[in-house]
């Protein structure tokens, strides 16, 4: 008998995770995966052609909601992912990482009664003032079915008593990076789209609600990626998200030299600017592994990670950290590059 899985995405960090997953579920003989995005990212460059580059299967729902307050924004995608989970009547229903989309989901799966699929459970960053804390927390709570990037992540469930449904599968971003690297390799256009940078240049993404919720708090961050790019003689490409685009403009003085903003990049022009940077600053949790990846080192423009592994190995520092830790060596923890089909195989033997 087919097992029918509704996928809840509505952002970009989602839409990678889920690619990956989702072309093994395509693959499979024993799966059906009905997609529903929420549009919490809704453009072009921030959706469309994510979905396009992932090989992502057309939503079967968009419901389109984006927008507003915190609470009022995950209220209207519970009150619709609930109406979509009666219509599909899943066995499952799966939810990635810490968005508001993955809290509607994996609230509205619960209170069905349909098991909740976790996917990157289990992360911490213990500051509760950051909603995707909140966020990940809550869909933990209710989760039938918990897979784990890492030995850390399963370490703070069980703080947490969750160790029942609990997998440790590694992480499937870097399932998603391999895939992304074997397509840019030969990429013409993209040589040809950037050809314009410098030789010697760091990536730099600010996007977090706590990084963007005032003008000083940006230009705090400003200053210090201009001082580490002068004192590193580089350039700074910048892809402005458009949270942060509405406080630059505001900014007394225009972004100048070393920044040099772009748009908003797809996957795979991330990746093929991570294979020529020297550096990545960033607030993002997702690209301080995806440096990694890329053997890039990072220095995560925040107070804390919830990616642990990336400080203990010196591949990453906090910006309030003047060194990294250590020597820089291998991540074990984050796995092979095999998630997908690792996550797979657990679904088909518990559902």
């Known amino acids: 008998m087919i097992k029918r899985i509704v996928t809840v995405v509505g952002a970009r960090p989602q839409f990678i995770k889920a690619a990956a997953l989702s072309r093994m579920l395509k693959d499979s003989s024993a799966f059906e995966e009905v997609l529903v ?9 921030m959706s469309e052609i ?53 809290l509607a989901g994996a609230l509205a ?14 992360l911490r960053s213990y500051n509760k003032k950051m909603p995707e804390e909140i966020n990940r927390i809550m869909a933990d709570q209710v989760s039938t079915l918990l897979f784990c990037p890492t030995k850390v992540s399963v370490e703070n469930l069980k703080k947490e008593g969750i160790e ?33 940078l410098p030789s010697q240049f760091a990536l ?27 004192e590193n003689q580089l350039k700074v490409v910048f892809p402005v998200h458009p949270r942060t685009q509405k406080l630059i403009v505001t900014l007394p003085d225009k972004l100048m030299e070393p920044f040099i903003p772009v748009d908003p990049l797809s996957y795979f022009e991330t990746h093929f600017l991570l294979t020529k940077a020297k550096n990545v600053l960033t607030d993002s949790g997702g690209l301080q592994k995806e440096a990694y990846f890329h053997r890039v080192p990072c220095i995560t423009l925040r107070n804390e990670t919830e990616w642990v592994e990336t400080i203990e190995h010196g591949w990453n520092r906090l910006w309030t950290q003047p060194t990294y830790q250590n020597t820089p060596s291998t991540i074990d923890d984050y796995g092979d590059g095999q998630s997908a ?5 657990v679904l088909s033997d518990v559902l």
């Open 204 to 230: 730099m993404t600010i996007h977090r609600a706590e990084s963007t919720q005032s003008l000083k708090d940006l230009q705090e961050i400003l200053n210090f990626a201009k001082k580490f790019a002068n």
């Open 50 to 102: 994510f979905f396009k580059e992932l090989a992502l299967p057309n939503p079967k729902y968009t419901l389109n909601i984006h927008g507003g307050p915190h609470g009022q924004m995950t209220g209207r995608m519970l009150e619709a992912i609930e109406n979509t989970i009666v219509q599909e009547k899943p066995d499952g229903v799966l939810v990635y990482g810490d968005t508001n989309s993955t």
């Open 37 to 45: 995005h929420t549009g919490q990212h809704f453009d072009q460059n």
């Open 341 to 345: 089909p690792k996550i797979l195989k």
């Open 109 to 122: 799966a619960s209170k069905l009664l349909i098991p909740t699929i976790h996917v990157e459970a289990g």
């Open 164 to 196: 029942k449904g609990v997998h440790l599968v590694g992480d499937i971003m870097y399932d998603a990076t391999l895939y992304a690297l074997n397509h840019i390799k030969e990429d013409d256009e993209l040589h040809k789209k950037f050809n314009y």
